[in-house]
């Protein structure tokens, strides 16, 4: 399996906690551009799968920014 960039770049510690495949998944669809369809093909995942990695990264991101925001 190739990489195709799957590493988080440093500006995204904020993933630190999360699984490594879903990591993954953030970067190659929402940093590298690729389709649900490509991201899974690519992982060997469905593409509900997919979309459930990102759902859970992009909400833990946008509650980990309020938190910032907040100055917690």
Same mark, same amino acid.
Do not use: N, W
């Given at each position: ?15 630190? +906690?999360?699984?490594? *495949? ?5 970067? $190659?669809?929402?940093?590298?551009g #690729? ?7 690519h992982?060997a995942?469905?593409? +509900?799968?997919?979309? *459930? ?5 992009? $909400?833990?991101?946008?509650?980990? #920014? ?7």
């Amino acid at each position: 399996m190739t990489t195709l960039g799957a590493r988080p770049p440093p500006c995204c510690s904020i993933f630190r +906690g999360e699984p490594d *495949k879903t990591r993954r998944i953030f970067v $190659l669809h929402r940093i590298r551009g #690729l389709s649900y369809r490509k991201v899974a093909r690519h992982m060997a995942l469905s593409e +509900g799968s997919v979309q *459930k990695h990102l759902a859970r990264v992009l $909400l833990e991101v946008t509650c980990r #920014l309020r938190e910032y925001e907040d100055g917690r």
